[in-house]
């Protein structure tokens, strides 16, 4: 399968910066990417869909000025939290599931803490 | 839109035990995945179900597909503190992948 890298694993900002966090497909070309956020004790919930060269699909609820996805190539996704606020401390997850992969493979996760 | 339900929420079991977990969609799936979660860790995936009433079964887990591809289950038998984690089902509708909220096994050593 897949092997999906994802950086930081850990994250804690201030209150209104921003943070960027990548997802690296290392030996797979993912058109297609998923962005996953998990409350504590909660069940993934899916942000967006990163597409290779065009616009992420947001999910409904999801403000896309807010979380800001770039996929400029086939193996790097990466996923901006703007104007940060101690709500949107989460885990963030990718996963690559690209064309003709049925399977997610999932990113280790970075832990966003927002002061 | 497509909902995925999962019972329980929290299972406590005996190591030694029996486990399982259900899940059940609201519309006709592609198939269905199961993902395990360690305490800490991400997703990791261990089994797809593509075919209506299809079991597979990986040493101690048994997955079953329901005959109508609306429901599924995992059963682990003879628990090990090793199974501690969190189960989800995901449904798979054409593109998209919709998670169960997951069943948290603890195993009482």
């Known amino acids: 399968g897949a092997v999906v890298s994802q950086h930081p694993s850990r994250v804690i900002c201030k209150s209104g910066t921003s943070v960027k966090i990548e997802c690296r497909s290392l030996?797979?070309?993912?058109?297609?990417m998923f962005w996953y956020r998990q409350f504590p004790k909660q069940s993934l919930m899916l942000m967006a869909t990163?597409?290779?060269?065009?616009?992420?699909?947001?999910e409904q609820g999801v403000e896309k000025d807010k979380f800001l996805i770039n996929h400029a190539s086939l193996t790097l996704s990466t996923l901006t939290v703007t104007s940060a606020h101690p709500e949107d401390s989460s885990f963030y997850i990718c996963?690559?599931?690209?064309?003709?992969?049925?399977?997610?493979?999932f990113g280790a996760g970075s832990r966003l803490t927002v002061l | 839109g497509q909902q995925v339900m999962q019972i329980p929420q929290y299972q406590h079991v005996q190591e030694g035990e029996d486990f399982t977990t259900y899940c059940n969609s609201s519309?006709?799936?592609?198939?269905i995945q199961w993902y395990k979660q360690r305490p800490g860790g991400h997703p990791v995936f261990l089994i797809q179900?593509?075919?209506?009433?299809e079991v597979k079964k990986q040493k101690r887990l048994t997955f079953q597909f329901g005959e109508a591809k609306k429901n599924s289950s995992l059963h682990i038998t003879a628990t090990q503190t090793t199974d501690v984690g969190t189960y989800f089902c995901?449904?798979?509708?054409?593109?998209?992948?919709?998670f169960g909220p997951g069943t948290r096994l603890s195993v009482l050593p």
């Open positions: 996963s690559v599931g690209g064309s003709g992969a049925n399977v997610l493979t």
């Open positions: 030996d797979f070309q993912a058109t297609t």
């Open positions: 990163s597409n290779e060269g065009s616009k992420a699909t947001y």
């Open positions: 519309t006709t799936l592609s198939n």
């Open positions: 179900l593509v075919k209506s009433g």
């Open positions: 995901a449904g798979h509708y054409g593109q998209n992948f919709v």
